[in-house]
């Protein structure tokens, strides 16, 4: 066990809906990233959050969006959900701002776009 | 533009036989590189570091700045290596916090 929760593990829901993902970081991690990884894609880098603000985006298109939380804990919402969106999302943590130290992964949430 | 590269979606091996997964990167910086490993129905985990120089289950990895590679290497694979291993940079600098992954290589090992 990594640390790091991930609800829901599935979620199958319509074209055209919105989602939220969320993701619980280790213990003492301020860093959270979110990836998606789909079978022709590998694991994409969406976001990344430090200590509550954004510090990095990748290839996150303009219907996702995310944020942490002064708990820590975060969340990525997904909108106006197309077929494609359906893939493997993970969260994962680390302690400081730079991803030089080790990325913990929590176990992802698979979404069915249909 | 920062980019990681493993080149075979999938590489089948026989139990004994060496391994070596390759995976090249693209960064005008100084690297940080890892290798992260997928078991079946497992999480995503760290398998090993180049700052750390170490060898984990068998695996090594050496950084080729000159090539610009990051081959993971084992000599003799084993059934239990079987899995999905991805490489990935790190880069660090400003707003650009990033851990980039390759599109992963599939390892088979054959009995």
């Known amino acids: 066990d990594s640390g790091v929760t991930q609800t829901p593990k599935h979620l199958i829901t319509a074209t055209g809906q919105r989602v939220t993902l969320r993701c619980s970081p280790r213990s003492g991690d301020l860093s959270v990233y979110w990836y998606q990884q789909s079978l022709d894609q590998g694991l994409q880098f969406l976001i990344q959050y430090y200590n509550g603000e954004e510090r990095a985006k990748g290839n996150i298109l303009e219907r996702f969006s995310a944020q942490q939380f002064p708990d820590l804990h975060s969340e990525l919402n997904l909108s106006s959900l197309e077929l494609g969106d359906s893939a493997l999302y993970f969260c994962a943590s680390s302690v400081g701002l730079t991803p030089g130290t080790e990325a913990f992964f929590g176990q992802g949430t698979r979404l069915t776009v249909v | 533009a920062q980019r990681v590269t493993q080149p075979e979606k999938l590489l089948s091996v026989f139990k004994g036989a060496p391994v070596e997964l390759k995976c090249n990167y693209s960064?005008?910086?100084?690297?940080?590189l890892f290798w992260y490993v997928q078991y079946s129905r497992q999480r995503l985990q760290l398998l090993l570091r180049h700052i750390s120089r170490e060898s984990i289950k068998g695996f090594t990895a050496d950084l080729n700045k000159g090539e610009t590679s990051f081959h993971l290497k084992k000599p003799f694979a084993q059934e239990e290596d079987s899995a999905m291993y991805y490489c990935?940079?790190?880069?660090?600098?400003?707003?650009?916090?990033?851990?980039?992954f390759g599109t992963g290589t599939l390892l088979a090992v054959q009995p």
């Open positions: 990935a940079l790190s880069t660090y600098g400003g707003a650009t916090n990033k851990l980039i």
């Open positions: 960064y005008s910086g100084s690297p940080e």
